[in-house]
């Protein structure tokens, strides 16, 4: 069961600005860039089901955030079925997070009040999540919409909340793009939690990462 409400996921995506995102199948690896992040100052992490046993290293990733990490709200991205959905919402999943808009997982996520942020790439999409009970829409692929996007869709619908992932970077000519065109967090992977990161285990890089594009977030919102 989620330990947080959906309403208390939304207002930490908006207070924080990012949502940093990352799969791997070691779970001792995994606990250590999720401290990482939680000592950087990043209070959400999306583990994303991208492997064989990925609902297991969930598992145990979320049973480690609750005991050693308080605050650390733990979601699932990459889901593309209902029953994936419920599996992890069981494991204690804070949110869910999809590539694609799928009506049977805004159902089963409703059901239990837990967030969830489909992938959206037109307004259409991102009108009809909406009419499911999307809070929090995720703009994908990032990369090929652009910032231009965002600010076309923030002009007759201000009240959408987005979240660009992929062609975010740490950058402070990147993420000021996203920001000024209205959105309202950012999901960052790779570019914040690099395969080199990973390989050599740079923890202690990975939290000081952490903590500039948070800072360098707040500077830029004011």
């Not at 308080?70 to 869910?96: E, I, W």
Request: glycine content about 10%; some cysteine; proline content about 5%.
């Amino acid at each position: 069961m989620a330990q947080y409400s959906r309403i208390q996921v939304v207002k930490q995506m908006e207070e924080s600005g990012m949502v940093p995102l990352f799969y791997h199948p070691d779970i001792d690896v995994a606990k250590q860039v999720l401290k990482a992040c939680y000592e950087g100052g990043a209070r959400l992490m999306e583990f994303t089901n991208r492997g064989d046993f990925a609902l297991e290293i969930f598992t145990a990733l979320n049973k480690y955030a609750i005991a050693e990490l308080p605050g650390m709200m733990l979601g699932v991205g990459s889901v593309t079925d209902a029953a994936s959905a419920s599996a992890y919402m069981l494991a204690g999943a804070n949110f869910v997070v999809t590539p694609v808009y799928r009506e049977d997982i805004a159902i089963v996520c409703n059901r239990r009040k837990v967030l969830w942020s489909p992938g959206c790439g037109s307004l259409t999409e991102i009108a009809q999540a909406e009419e499911m009970g999307c809070e929090v829409v995720k703009l994908f692929p990032g990369s090929t919409l652009g910032p231009g996007f965002v600010k076309a869709i923030k002009g007759p619908q201000p009240w959408t909340l987005i979240m660009p992932t992929g062609g975010v970077s740490t950058e402070e000519s990147n993420l000021r793009g996203w920001f000024d065109a209205g959105v309202t967090c950012v999901g960052m992977g790779s570019k914040l939690i690099s395969k080199d990161i990973l390989a050599n285990k740079a923890y202690a890089e990975l939290e000081n990462n952490v903590r500039e594009t948070l800072r360098l977030i707040q500077t830029i919102r004011g």
